[in-house]
T-cell receptor
């Protein structure tokens, strides 16, 4: 499985944007880029995914580099409820769509 | 449908005992996944089903672990002769088979403590 690299942790102030980087230099042309987050004592929760184009939804935006070797998850206005571990995952079309989690980025939101 | 449901939420067992966990996926989802998560780590894939067929098992899944999805609906994960190293959060997820562009929905997990 193609690997992703994320910073271990990031801090943000409440109501400020958060930009979470992810490097995936070995991505293949058919891998989807998925982001999940895990709040304390909860199962992971889907955030957003994309293939080539930037994507927006109610939770976040996903900016994908033109060469697809990196991406950035953008939380536009962080709230205390956004404090979680964020995982960037490459999901190939085959292999049962299983998710291969790395260590993720722990986001701390300060009031 | 309230999402993926896992029972029990917590289980404490003595080493050597057998335990069984249950997962009820979202009803229309044909894929069901089991993951294990230890403290401070991301979830690790264990196995998955498409309908009632178990299509892949991780090398992490020793012979003491068995999973079933008898009618393509709920699934059970059994651990025989539990060991302290089995202590972890066991997560279930469900989704639709796709080319990679659909989301997986996770339950809240079953936390197993082996004493």
């Amino acid at each position: 499985d193609a690997k992703t690299t994320q910073p271990n942790s990031m801090e943000s102030n409440e109501e400020e944007p958060v930009h979470l980087p992810c490097n995936h230099s070995t991505i293949s042309g058919t891998d989807y880029i998925h982001w999940y987050r895990q709040l304390p004592s909860q199962g992971p929760e889907y955030v957003i995914h994309g293939l080539t184009s930037n994507v927006n939804n109610r939770m976040a935006s996903l900016a994908i580099a033109e060469d697809r070797k990196s991406s950035t998850l953008i939380l536009h206005r962080a709230t205390l409820r956004d404090a979680a571990v964020y995982y960037c995952i490459l999901r190939p079309p085959a292999a049962g769509n299983k998710l291969t989690f790395g260590g993720g980025t722990r986001v701390l939101v300060k009031p | 449908d309230t999402g993926v449901s896992q029972n029990p939420r917590h289980k404490i067992t003595k080493r050597g005992q057998n335990v069984t966990f249950r997962c009820d996926p979202i009803s229309e989802h044909n894929r069901l996944y089991w993951y294990r998560q230890t403290l401070g780590q991301g979830p690790e894939f264990l196995t998955y089903f498409q309908n009632e067929a178990q299509l892949e098992k991780s090398r992490l899944l020793s012979d003491r672990f068995s999973a079933e999805r008898p009618k393509g609906s709920f699934s059970t994960l059994e651990i025989q002769r539990t060991e302290q190293g089995d202590s972890a959060m066991y997560l279930c997820a469900s989704g639709l088979a796709s080319a990679g562009g659909t989301e997986a929905f996770f339950g809240q997990g079953t936390r197993l403590t082996v004493v």
